[in-house]
Nanobody, 127 residues
Framework: QVQLVESGGGSVQAGGSLRLSCAAS????????MAWFRQAPGKEREFVAA????????RSADSVQGRFTISRDNAKNTVYLQLNSLKPEDTAVYYC????????????????????WGRGTQVTVSS
């Protein structure tokens, strides 16, 4: 099973940017469809963005469309989430997730699809 470690979180003011990274070890990342989820205090964990094994197919939640970008570098075994134009409502713990996917261009938005998870990185946006 692949191990995932997120990094890059922090505290920023509204309108600022962050770049989250998810480093994978244990198995080749190119075998996995990947996604980011987030959980705000007192709320359920929600989908943010997903990317196919090939990297050319992505999906994002409506709430982050046009502001967040998911990408991957399979050679570095790393997935990224670029967060721009941050808002206070983006404050949450951000989690990276992986699914061993047969189809190279599939993306998945359901949490139940993913069987490997990182421990999360905190993003705090102040107004």
């Amino acid at each position: 099973q692949v191990q995932l470690v997120e990094s890059g979180g922090g505290s920023v003011q509204a309108g600022g940017s962050l770049r989250l990274s998810c480093a994978a070890s244990g198995r080749t990342l190119s075998l996995y469809a990947m996604a980011w989820f987030r959980q705000a205090p007192g709320k359920e964990r929600e989908f943010v963005a997903a990317i196919s094994r090939s990297g050319d197919v992505t999906r994002s939640a409506d709430s982050v469309q046009g502001r967040f970008t998911i990408s991957r570098d399979n050679a570095k075994n790393t997935v990224y989430l670029q967060l721009n134009s941050l808002k206070p409502e983006d404050t949450a713990v951000y989690y990276c997730a992986a699914d061993l996917a047969a189809r190279i261009r599939a993306v998945y938005i359901s949490q139940s699809t993913y069987d490997s998870w990182g421990r999360g990185t905190q993003v705090t946006v102040s107004s």
